[in-house]
C-alpha cells in the first residue's frame, strides 16, 4: 500500500476523504451478531465508506425533493403497471423466493433459510397485477438498524420487474421507518459495481464510516 502512495499520491488524498466521511454510531448484541453469516461486520474497529440510508419516519419524507425525482418517476410506472409490494411471513416469502431464483435459473441458498432463534428478520415480496411474484427482499433487524441481505428481482419479467425493485426498496424502507429503524445498511460502498453504486445513489444511500459498539 505504501509503494502505490508513493507511486500515485493521489491515492492519499482519497484515502483521507475516505476517513472523513460522516461517521454512523451502531450498537449490537454479540448474540444477535454472531447469529448471522455477515457477523465480522460488527467487530469493533471502525468500517470506512459504507452503504448507510437514514430511514425516514414517513413515505413523505423519503420522497421529497429533487433528488428523488428518478425514484417517484420509477414509482408511477410500477403503480401503473399494477405492481404491489408487501410485508409478509417466511413462508409466503420463501414461496416468492423459489419462484424468483427459478427464473434466474438457480434455487435458494442457504441465506433464505428459516430463521433462527436469534435472527430477527423482516420479509417483503412484490408481485405483478396477476399476483406473480417479480422481486424478493430481506432485511436482518438489530433495534436501531438493519441489515438489507436480500434485494432480488426476477429477469424474465420486464419491464414490470424493473419498476419492482425501487417499489420494494421503498415499501421495505417506509415500513421499517415507520416502526423505529433508524439506519439500513448494505455494505462496503467500496465493492459495489458501477450500476449497483448508481442504484444506490437513486434510493439515497450514502457513503458512511460506521463505528460499531458490541453490547
Not at 412484490?126 to 441489515?147: H, W
Not at 439506519?183 to 462496503?188: K, P
Not at 450500476?195 to 458512511?208: A, D, K, M, S, V
Request: net charge positive; charged share 20%; with cysteine.
Amino acid at each position: 500500500m505504501l509503494r502505490s502512495v508513493a507511486r500515485r499520491p493521489a491515492i492519499l488524498r482519497v484515502l483521507a476523504a475516505i476517513w472523513q466521511l460522516p461517521v454512523t454510531d451502531l450498537r449490537v448484541r454479540q448474540a444477535d451478531a454472531d447469529a448471522w453469516w455477515f457477523g465480522h461486520w460488527f467487530r469493533p474497529r471502525r468500517r470506512l465508506a459504507w452503504a448507510v440510508l437514514d430511514l425516514p419516519a414517513a413515505e413523505e419524507h423519503y420522497l421529497v425533493g429533487r433528488p428523488r425525482q428518478a425514484l417517484r418517476t420509477n414509482l408511477r410506472h410500477a403503480r401503473a403497471r399494477g405492481v404491489t409490494s408487501s410485508r409478509v411471513t417466511y413462508d409466503t416469502w420463501f414461496e416468492a423466493v423459489s419462484t424468483v431464483m427459478r427464473a434466474r435459473g438457480d434455487k435458494p441458498g442457504p441465506e433464505q433459510d428459516r430463521p433462527g432463534p436469534e435472527q430477527q428478520v423482516a420479509y417483503y415480496v412484490t408481485r405483478d397485477a396477476r399476483g406473480t411474484a417479480l422481486a424478493f427482499a430481506g432485511a436482518a433487524l438489530f433495534g436501531q438498524f438493519a441489515v438489507l441481505f436480500a434485494l432480488v428481482s426476477s429477469p424474465d419479467r420486464q419491464p414490470d420487474a424493473s419498476w419492482a425493485r425501487y417499489q420494494l426498496h421503498t415499501s421495505l424502507v417506509c415500513d421499517l421507518g415507520s416502526s423505529g429503524v433508524e439506519h439500513l445498511i448494505t455494505g462496503s460502498a467500496l465493492r459495489e459495481s458501477a450500476g449497483q453504486q448508481y442504484f444506490q445513489h437513486l434510493l439515497g444511500y450514502r457513503p458512511r464510516n460506521l463505528r460499531v459498539e458490541m453490547i
